[in-house]
C-alpha cells in the first residue's frame, strides 16, 4: 500500500477551483523531500505537472497550482477546464523505504 | 527533443526471466539517474527502480528487491531492467522515466500469466 494518501475522486464543473490532497508522514513529506504532481490522461503516460513542491515546467498552464505544508501537500485546479479530466498522482522520496512513493491517485472529472 | 522508448515487454509464465530495455535520446544520458515505474491493469503507479548515472548508487522497491536487477550501458545510451523469478502481480506496463520524473516513454506491457 502507498505511504502517500489522496482522496480517491474530485469532480466540478467548468470553470470550478477543485483542491487534491495528498498526506505523507515525517519520512518523506515532512522530512522536506521534494514532492511532485503527475498528470495521467487516459491511455496516455503520466506527464510532470508540478515539481519541487510549486513550480510549474514549461508548457503547464498556470491554473495549475502546488503547495506544502508540514506532512502534506496540495495541488489546486482553478478555472476547471474538460481537458482535466485525467488521474493525479502526488510523489516523493522516503527516507524510512529508501525510495521513492507515489499517492494512491486521485481521478478528477469534470462534470 | 527527450524520448525515451522501451522495448522487451511480452507474454510471459510466473517464474521465468525478462529483460527490458530503454533507448533513450535528445539529452546526455551518461549523466542521468533513471528511473523504472510500473502501473499494473485499473492501478495507480508504482516505482520499481532507480540507478545513478555511474551505477554506484541503486535503489530498489521492497516488491521487486532480489528478483529485479536495473543497470545501464552509457555507450549505448540505454537502461535495463533484469526481471527474474516474475509473479503475476508484476504484470504491469512499466515506463523508464528520467532523473526528475519529467520525461516518461511510452510504456511496455509485461503480461505475467500460466
Known amino acids: 500500500q502507498s505511504v502517500l494518501t489522496q482522496s480517491p475522486s474530485v469532480s466540478g464543473a467548468p470553470g470550478q477551483r477543485v483542491t487534491i490532497s495528498c498526506t505523507g508522514s515525517s519520512s518523506n513529506i515532512g522530512a522536506g523531500y521534494d514532492l511532485h504532481w503527475f498528470q495521467q490522461l487516459p491511455g496516455t503516460a503520466p506527464r510532470l505537472l508540478i515539481y519541487a513542491n510549486n513550480h510549474r515546467p514549461s508548457g503547464v498552464p498556470d491554473r495549475f497550482s502546488g503547495s506544502k505544508a508540514g506532512t502534506s501537500a496540495s495541488l489546486v485546479i482553478t478555472g476547471l477546464q474538460a481537458e482535466d479530466e485525467a488521474d493525479y498522482y502526488c510523489q516523493s522520496f522516503d527516507s524510512r523505504l529508501s525510495g521513492y512513493v507515489f499517492g494512491t491517485g486521485t481521478k478528477v472529472t469534470v462534470l | 527533443q527527450v524520448q525515451l522508448v522501451e522495448s522487451g515487454g511480452d507474454v510471459v509464465q510466473p517464474g521465468t526471466s525478462l529483460r527490458l530495455s530503454c533507448v533513450a535520446s535528445?539529452?546526455?544520458?551518461?549523466?542521468?539517474?533513471m528511473h523504472w515505474v510500473r502501473q499494473a491493469p485499473g492501478k495507480g503507479l508504482e516505482w520499481v527502480a532507480t540507478?545513478?548515472?555511474?551505477?554506484?548508487?541503486?535503489y530498489y522497491a521492497d516488491s521487486v528487491k532480489g528478483r529485479f536487477t536495473i543497470y545501464r550501458d552509457n555507450s549505448k545510451d540505454t537502461l535495463y531492467l533484469q526481471m527474474s523469478n516474475v509473479r503475476a502481480d508484476d504484470t504491469a506496463i512499466f515506463y523508464c522515466?528520467?532523473?526528475?520524473?519529467?520525461?516518461w516513454g511510452q510504456g511496455t506491457l509485461v503480461a505475467v500469466s500460466s
Open positions: 522515466v528520467r532523473e526528475i520524473f519529467d520525461s
Open positions: 540507478t545513478s548515472f555511474d551505477e554506484r548508487t541503486k
Open positions: 535528445g539529452f546526455t544520458f551518461r549523466t542521468s539517474a
